[in-house]
């Protein structure tokens, strides 16, 4: 672990000392640049501007090199060890995610013009299948001014639910982080539902293909659940049941495996990344807690 | 003029306000309707997978089959309250299948009976989501009837507050689980 550690600083060490070279590099060139632009330009100016943007382009390749490795080395090491302590049946892609065919299929948000994403990890824990991955949904507008907006930052989680059912129903998180809504007129069968939770139907919009279909999926265990993962973790959660399958979307901002070089890599990593595992272990613990309440109350 | 314009401007709002309060009740009522359909559908299910399930047990225990002889009354349109009577009886009748079920092995390893099991607990979910998507809805109606202004417009179109589908006793009781 130690050893390890110690590489993996080793690593982030060496992209930082690129990074610096890069630094200097465009510091000088730009000074160069002033000169050659405002003033009297001396002999050879063009000849040092070519060899600054060689050394530029020589460093930015060594650079990037060098911080993938790290993040890399990063992943393999820090988030392995978390998937393999806590799941089964792991297969980790840390350049792989979900394709934009599947994430619009579940009208939980707009897709805007800029889709990417990281890290997906398809494992089971407690023999529930589940995948998972990191995405960022942004869109670019190109005017007189160009402007980003970004839709989605976070987590999107996917588990083989326990009931088989065929429908359509969110749950979506009114207050927080706000994430463009999905396409509601393309789903003309979703009709707005209230739950008997008052509370819960304070802090979540409900929309369901048919109002008993919500009811069945959300029991009262799933609704307190729900709600204890909303106060649990900060950022906007949606979560849609479709057609069998439960998409929890985590709109915090965040990217929990990506590691920053100007953070000292600690043990402490492993724990972060632990953190963010939890809305699974939660959901699932929850779903199977289901599933014994279920079989309890019909013994009785 | 200026009072006929105030006037005008506030009958135009009684009548937007009424015609919404209305709606609002029209539409509540065909959900609470719609939402008690679904309980009459999820009871059906339930009384025909209890009936099969009694003609295997009776199959193996002859002797006791006498105490399945309960009759549970189900008729169309009736009302909630007999509703909750006939859950009640099922409930009951249940009990006793589970009970003979535990006293012979035969039946327990019955492949059709522990098919039928498995339907009672698909068929208890879809009743209690059909059950709390009814009370959800008659509280909504309830609260338009007894709240102002709409209780005018409840009046005047004699609404009534819907009975709520109460869950029996034993299932209000906490569930021990084991893991």
Sequence with gaps: MHEQIEHLETLRHRANIWKGFLFIVSAIAIGVAFFFIFGDMPLGTEITMMVFLVFGIFFSVFYYKSQSKFVRAYKEFFALKVFESIFENISYEPEEYFTKELIESTYITSLGNRYSGDDLLSASYRGVPFQQCDLLIQNKGYGKYSTTVTYFKGKWMIFDFHKSFQGYVQVRQKQGKTVKPGMFSDKPLTQKVAMENMIFNQIFDIRASDDKLAFYLLTPHVLESIMELEKKFDGQMIFAFIDGKLHIALNNGKNAMEPSLSTQVTEAAADFILEEMKIIMHFIDVLLQEQVMQAAIKAK | ?179
């Design chain 2, 1 to 179: 003029m200026v009072y006929a314009i105030v006037f005008g401007a506030l009958a135009v709002i009684l009548i937007i306000w009424f015609i919404a309060a209305y709606n609002k009740f029209a539409h509540t009522k065909i959900k609470v309707q719609e939402a008690e359909s679904g309980i009459d559908v999820a009871l059906t299910k339930r009384y025909d997978v209890l009936v099969k399930e009694m003609e295997v047990v009776k199959g193996y225990a002859k002797h006791e089959a006498s105490t399945l002889s309960e009759v549970i009354k189900m008729r169309k349109g009736m009302p909630i309250e007999e509703k909750v009577d006939a859950l009640k009886s099922m409930d009951s009748m249940q009990s006793r299948i589970n009970m003979l079920a535990e006293s012979y092995p035969q039946i327990r390893a019955n492949e059709n009976f522990k098919q039928l099991q498995l339907t009672v607990r698909d068929v208890e979910e879809h009743l209690q989501a059909a059950r709390r998507a009814y009370n959800a809805n008659v509280t909504i109606f309830n609260k338009l009837v007894v709240s102002f202004p709409s209780l005018i417009l409840a009046k005047l179109f004699g609404y009534r507050a819907f009975a709520f589908f109460v869950a029996e006793d034993a299932k209000r009781e906490d569930v021990k689980m084991e893991f």
